[in-house]
């Protein structure tokens, strides 16, 4: 079994900043992508930020230019910087991670809320 744990949500205000934290854990041979999506309420799940086992990564547009992926694979984390945050960034936010043991998965975390209001 993996277990990936996230960290760092919170309440900010328009134009602030968080980093989001990620760790998997458990029966894992290597990760290949490791990424971050969101979900506001009444809305679907939404890719923000992945990045792949080379580091190489990719964006939503909403996500270009004010959030940056990166990850350290010697401790199993994806991180999520944060800044110039907008209210329509609220949303409960997830790592997932494409993990091959026994054979390649995808794992999800249990959320993180991420609230920008003033």
């Known amino acids: 079994q993996v277990q990936l744990v996230e960290s760092g949500g919170g309440l900010v205000q328009p134009g602030g900043s968080l980093r989001l934290s990620c760790t998997a854990s458990g029966s894992i041979f290597s990760i290949y992508a490791m990424g971050w999506y969101r979900q506001a309420p009444g809305k679907q799940r939404e890719l923000v930020a992945v990045i792949t086992s080379d580091g190489s990564t990719n964006y939503a547009d909403s996500a270009k230019g004010r959030f940056t992926i990166s990850r350290d694979n010697a401790r199993n984390t994806v991180y999520l910087q944060m800044n110039s945050l907008k209210p329509e960034d609220t949303a409960v936010y997830y790592c997932?991670?494409?993990?091959?043991?026994?054979?390649?998965?995808?794992?999800w975390g249990q959320g993180t809320q991420v609230t920008v209001s003033s």
């Open positions: 997932n991670a494409d993990v091959q043991y026994r054979s390649r998965l995808p794992y």
